[in-house]
């Protein structure tokens, strides 16, 4: 027992004074065997020489400050003893020997405890116990425990000498390994030596003390002894103990390292004048737009002109022949663009007006040929074939992470399949308490209900369960886990990689009850092994008196943060979740067998989890989270076909809406209405649509264009959203027309298709042209999507001037013939008086809403308001969220949402991250070792030096631990031991030819150290590649822990053999932070490439024979995320793409009308900038499918604008109002009863699917398609034209007048 400190001079005087002075040297010497192990004798004399050569020479390679003044110098130990402490070196030097000076300090502080010759200065026996065995020196007592002291400057120099060491096959510092788990989780140096000198660390219990001044123990001879500290030079970890070997690395020695520098940019945020940079250029242009609108205004007021003045008024009178003749004279002087726009429209007009007659005229041929080419087109979805794969949905064939993707599995193995559940413990049932720590300490340690003896058992009872599951294949032939899962010591060791804390068990029930008594107090129990592994799960034997292994049945550590969540710091034992991960091996060929027995496997595993958490986890206390590698794609495919109803529903809706909205709707109670009403012909359009979606889906398939969900979920939006649009203004158009007396049925059709043709062709080309543009990109859904759109529209349009226009002639002849619409062969008798209805939403948008809307404060009102929306939508466009959140994918209460929400809340690191060097590198040369190891040596630039600096800042790179370096591993692997097992060993057979012996091999005769030469801490290159083949296949065990078959058994592709050998691609594994939201996402996936590629330039600098290596990172979730880092540039580019289209195509079919196009550009940027306020208000974040929508957004909006500016631009009437309330009037209700009504009626229903996805994406995108395509189409659209509309075709306005003067002179008028 300790008795005290002096800390005072006097009081040392004093105690000085009863001390009984102990003049003996040593405190031990050689060996006493007891019914446990070897513990050194008792022996209070002077210390000894050896007298034994092999044992010098042990002893001067291990400790050779010893034998600074002599090569045989008196000693406290024996042969004995330096060959125990030899062999107990092992695993130090497999933690410690990649940083010199941190190895040499800790055998430094054992070669001092174990042969100092002046032991007994800072060491004192506390107890002692009788021993009646042979001895070297006669001994009858051995030491029970001792007391050392040492000085701060020795202990703290040990410590910060090794405190950085890592250990790379864990992904750890080595000293998280060789500390044990103090109370706060923290290794400080008074804590890693009371784990060394406890438990199975020691043969008997060793009490460190770090003091500066001497200390008074009690001995065994119930005598004061005063210890005065161990004061012995210790080696920064900057500086080399041997002058021919390297001094640590950065890695391992922070010294080392450069002058601290942040690897991660801080970004920078755009400002001007102190306010966010958007913001004020909003403001900026909001204040400008109101100055100039303002002045405007203020001046139209004043001057009662034109607002802006960019237009004399053109006066004129149809009946006043000199006003007509003056306009005419104003006319004369148009330009060639008039002139040339004018023929063009006239030539547009006449073959329009031609074809309209032949459709009408033949009717029958024309739609039998429409049905059979529809036909041989809509045959190729025999061929389609749909993608539900979500690489191939959202990753470019040639982006780079899908490149990456490739290589990693073709090169390596795809990344395992993972089944795990999440699995928290009910506070009610399962309390926390507090556990009595092993005797002789007096302190308690906390620990959470989950780990509570009855809780881990049933736990480990669900485990075996699931581990147990087989699935049925049919043929009488099951599967079980252990067909399919990973098993990294195969074939030595067949069992599953399953990752659970229960695995320190080797999940067996008595492992787990075992406890360690002495009749009267629990010396160790499961608590306390829990504690020991979980400080290093790599031990063979814990550091408690179960002396068990924390290995898993497996072969390999589980690592803590892998199998728990819910803590913090290191307090494991309160964590609040138990992560259970099974881990399936995965196969690159889609259809191979062992991926079916995989996914099958996974099935039934589902359906066990599944039942239990209904049946059995409330009871037992347990909350459980779960998924397997298929759930999210049976997830996606369950909503699929949940959502089928609501989408038919939809769409049934909208095709009943457009069948019944066409006809008249006369009084119900006239016969007439039976006639009048167009259900046929409504029903007939449907038909075109869907032909035309048939027909596009076709077409792409056999072009070889895989077909995906959201085209048929989309595209037959879209269509019918143009469609409809165009039909309703056709027929529209046709019931207002009047006849002429001397016209046919077809001459009409052909004369009104004439008028309404140019526009349906474009608003269709202008949507056909940004679809194709729209697919130069390269983001896979999006091409898809582009594509299909636009061949559909293509198609419809051809069908509605074809097939279409046949349809409407043979409607048109039922009427005439007053047969009842559907049932046609049934005639009512004819009204005798029957006038052309204008149609109430005609009436209403003639006589009272464009009326309304273009009076002059209307109209200052609409520009204001929407001039303040649009500068606002411009203020937060840089602020939507980029990504989609993996639950809106999910249908409502699907389990996997549940599990994407634990695993924010209670994972506690992230998946693991691969670095992939490509061939190229010899890593037989030290130059080019030096570009990617992490040992002594090695620059603190090369790779694995990069990697470390950048786990040092988690928080900005996204990097939560170094890497694992085989390199440095075999390195160590290599190293020849002064005593003891060599890592590589080999027998030769009779033929001569080698064979490994494994460090666990003890039966194979001739077994011998490889004896390889080392040069400056490296191998020759002749060993290097003679033995890297053993160490891969070489299995980690007590003896040798940097065995690299498990750790990296798959990471290195080697070629040839023996000296022979070649190291193809290697990878150097780490993990991602714990990632929770998309940007987290995003910007992990960009630091890592970008780190890659600084790896990758530092590697092409600094080796001068290196110039073509290749490094890239790949994770397995990377090839989902690198369409985020160019999502808003891809936004941008589609759409631009998608509005010079609408600019050129608006600008030739226009008739060369600039104006006219500008305003058309205008006008859907305004939209689709509206959406952009509208997905910032609502939380709709950018990703493909908001892209797919906005790229729609241009289609619709253009159906919505382009109608009304046509009609405007050919107006002959005089004012710019005018012009507008004309194209409102003739346009509007058409575009309001087809788009808009229309698209309503399916939408609402769109609210009630199952799938989030589609309630944010489609829903509420589809609302803010239509209303902003509405607001904006008639109400900004109409207001902007009347006032900076495109001023009157002269040239069209001269034509008007001759046809004026030539009706007149042949009526008679005009003289």
Not at 355 to 360: C, D, I, L, T
Request: glycine share 6%; net charge negative.
């Amino acid at each position: 027992m300790k008795i005290t400190h002096t800390l005072l001079a006097a009081p040392i005087l004093v105690l000085l004074s009863l001390l009984v002075q102990v003049q003996a040297d040593c405190v031990w010497y050689g060996e006493c065997f007891n019914s446990d192990n070897n513990v050194n004798c008792l022996y209070e004399g002077p210390p000894l020489n050896m007298n034994n050569d092999t044992a010098l020479s042990i002893l001067k390679n291990y400790c050779p400050t010893l034998f600074d003044h002599s090569d045989d110098p008196p000693l406290c130990c024996d042969s004995h003893q330096v060959s125990t402490f030899a062999n107990n070196m092992g695993a130090p030097k497999q933690f410690l020997s990649r940083c010199p000076s941190c190895y040499q300090n800790f055998l430094d502080l054992f070669c001092y405890t174990t042969c100092y010759p002046n032991a007994s200065t800072f060491m004192t026996p506390l107890t002692n116990i009788s021993y009646t065995g042979p001895s070297p020196l006669n001994s009858t007592e051995s030491v029970g425990s001792v007391a050392v002291v040492l000085s701060s400057n020795f202990a703290n120099g040990l410590f910060e000498s090794c405190k950085d060491v890592q250990f790379p096959s864990n992904n750890q510092k080595a000293i998280d390994l060789l500390c044990g788990t103090g109370s706060d989780g923290v290794c400080t140096p008074q804590v890693w030596l009371d784990f060394l000198g406890h438990g199975s660390n020691s043969p008997f219990p060793m009490y460190y003390n770090i003091s500066d001044t001497p200390i008074v123990w009690q001995s065994y001879q119930k005598v004061n002894v005063s210890l005065t500290p161990l004061n012995e030079t210790s080696y920064l970890c900057s500086s080399s103990p041997d002058p021919s070997k390297p001094s640590c690395s950065c890695q391992d020695c922070a010294a080392m390292c450069p002058p601290h520098k942040d690897v991660v940019p801080h970004p920078v945020e755009w400002e001007i004048l102190s306010i966010e940079g958007m913001v004020f250029v909003a403001g900026s242009i909001l204040v400008g737009f109101v100055i100039l609108f303002g002045s405007c205004q203020i001046w139209y007021y004043v001057h009662k002109k034109d607002s802006f003045g960019l237009e004399h008024e053109v006066r004129t009178t149809l009946g006043n022949g000199s006003s007509r003749s003056h306009a005419a004279s104003q006319s004369r002087g148009g330009n060639i663009l008039e002139k040339i726009g004018l023929k063009w429209e006239q030539m547009l007009e006449s073959a329009f007006s031609w074809w309209g007659r032949v459709a009408a005229r033949h009717p029958i041929k024309v739609i039998v040929i429409s049905f059979i080419i529809c036909g041989i087109l809509t045959f190729g979805i025999y061929f389609a074939k749909v993608t539900t794969d979500p690489v191939e949905l959202w990753s470019a064939p040639t982006s780079v992470t899908r490149s990456n993707k490739n290589y990693f599995d073709s090169t390596f193995n795809p990344f395992y399949r993972t089944e795990q559940l999440i699995i928290r413990f009910d506070p009610k049932k399962w309390k926390s308490s507090m556990h009595e720590d092993p005797y002789p300490a007096i302190t308690y340690t906390n620990i959470s209900g989950g780990f509570q003896l009855n809780f881990l058992k049933e736990l480990l009872y669900l485990q075996n369960n699931i581990s147990a599951l087989r699935a049925d294949m049919g043929n009488n032939e099951t599967v079980g886990l252990e067909d399919i899962c990973y098993q990294p010591l195969y074939p030595d060791n067949k069992n599953c990689v399953i990752n659970s804390v229960l695995q320190y068990f080797q999940n067996n029930e008595t492992t787990l009850e075992r406890k360690v008594t002495d009749f009267f107090n629990t010396l160790a129990d499961y608590v306390d092994h829990i504690k020991s592994c979980t400080g290093d799960p790599s031990q063979t034997i814990d550091s408690t008196k179960l002396a068990s292994s924390c290995l898993a049945e497996f072969g390999g550590p589980v690592s803590p943060w892998v199998a728990l969540g819910g803590y913090s710091g290191n307090n494991y034992l309160q964590a609040t979740a138990h992560v259970l991960t099974f881990t399936v091996n995965n196969y690159h060929n889609p259809d191979d067998p062992q991926l079916a027995k995989a996914k099958a496997w996974e099935k039934e595993y589902l359906t066990f989890v599944e039942r239990f958490v209904r049946e059995e986890a409330e009871e037992k206390g347990m909350m459980i989270a779960y998924s397997a590698e298929r759930s999210i794609e049976d997830e996606l495919a369950r909503a699929s076909k949940s959502d089928v109803a609501t989408i038919a529903i939809s769409y049934l809706a909208m095709f009943f809406y457009i069948a019944c909205a066409l006809g008249d709707w006369l009084p119900c109670c006239t016969p007439q209405v039976l006639v009048q009403q167009k259900f046929s012909l409504g029903m007939c359009g449907v038909l075109v649509v869907l032909l035309s979606v048939g027909s596009s889906i076709g077409i792409n398939s056999y072009m070889g264009f895989s077909l995906t969900l959201i085209i048929l979920e989309v595209v037959p939006f879209l269509v019918l959203a143009v469609g409809t649009d165009n039909i309703f203004i056709l027929v529209n158009a046709l019931g207002r027309d009047q006849r002429a007396v001397s016209e046919t049925r077809e001459e009409q059709i052909g004369r009104v298709l004439g008028k309404i043709g140019p526009s349906m062709l474009l608003t269709s080309l202008t949507e056909v042209c940004a679809f194709f543009l729209g697919g130069l990109t390269e983001m896979p859904a999006v091409k898809t999507f582009a594509f299909y759109s636009a061949f559909a529209v293509l198609f419809d349009f051809l069908l509605q001037i074809t097939c279409f226009v046949s349809i409407i002639s043979l409607d048109m002849k039922r009427s005439e013939q007053h047969r009842v619409d559907v049932a046609c062969c049934v005639k009512i008798t004819p009204p005798r008086y029957s006038e052309k209805s204008e149609g109430i939403l005609y009436a209403f948008f003639k006589n009272f809403y464009s009326v309304g809307l273009l009076t002059d404060w209307v109209r200052s009102l609409v520009i204001l308001v929407f001039g303040v929306w649009a500068c606002f939508c411009i203020a937060v466009v840089n602020k939507l969220d980029i990504g989609l959140d993996q639950t809106l994918s999910m249908p409502r209460g699907s389990y996997v949402i549940d599990y994407l929400s634990e695993i924010n809340t209670y994972l506690s690191t992230g998946a693991p991250l691969y670095f992939v060097v490509k061939p190229g590198l010899d890593y037989s040369v030290r130059q080019q070792q030096n570009m990617v190891c992490g040992s002594a040596g090695c620059p603190y630039d090369s790779l694995a030096g990069q990697i470390y600096q950048a786990a040092g800042q988690p928080n900005g790179t996204y990097i939560a631990h170094p890497a694992s370096a085989w390199i440095d591993d075999y390195f160590s692997w290599l190293a020849p031991a002064a005593s003891g097992l060599a890592c590589c060993r080999y027998a030769v057979d009779g033929n001569g030819t080698k064979t490994f012996c494994s460090s666990s091999d003890t039966t194979t005769p001739g077994c011998k150290s490889c004896n390889v030469s080392f040069d400056k801490g490296r191998p020759k290159p002749e060993d290097f590649k003679e033995y890297l083949d053993w160490y891969l296949h070489d299995n980690p065990t007590a003896a040798c822990s940097k065995g690299g078959h498990a750790a990296y058994g798959d990471a290195v592709k080697l070629s040839g053999l023996g000296s022979e050998t070649k190291v193809g691609a290697s990878y150097y594994m780490t993990y991602h932070t714990v990632l929770q939201k998309d940007a987290d996402y995003i910007n992990a996936l960009n630091f890592s490439l970008g780190l890659a590629k600084d790896m990758e330039r530092t590697i092409q600098h600094n080796c001068t024979q290196c110039h073509d290596i290749e490094v890239f990172p790949y994770s397995v979730w990377h090839v989902f995320y690198e369409q985020y880092l160019t999502v808003a540039t891809q936004t941008w580019q589609n759409l631009l793409i998608c509005m010079a289209a609408v600019f050129v195509v608006t600008f030739l079919l226009l008739g060369f009308d600039i104006w006219s196009a500008v305003i058309a550009v205008v006008t859907i940027s305004m939209i689709v900038n509206s959406m952009f306020g509208l997905m910032y208000l609502w939380d709709i974040s950018l990703n493909a499918v908001s892209l797919v929508n906005l790229v729609m957004t241009v289609g619709i909006s253009v159906e919505f604008c382009s109608h009304i500016i046509r009609s405007f631009a050919v107006s002959p009437l005089k004012t710019r109002v005018e012009r507008a309330r004309h194209a409102l009037s003739t346009m509007g209700s058409s575009v309001l009863n087809g788009i808009t009504f229309t698209k309503i009626v399916g939408i609402v229903v769109l609210a009630f699917a199952d799938s989030q996805i589609f309630v944010v994406f489609y829903f509420r995108m589809y609302v803010g398609i239509v209303s902003f395509g509405l607001l904006h189409g008639l109400v900004f659209l109409p207001v902007l034209l009347s006032f900076v509309g495109p001023p009157v075709n002269k040239e069209r306005l001269a034509h008007k007048d001759r046809e004026d003067r030539q009706q007149l002179i042949s009526n008679g008028d005009l003289f």
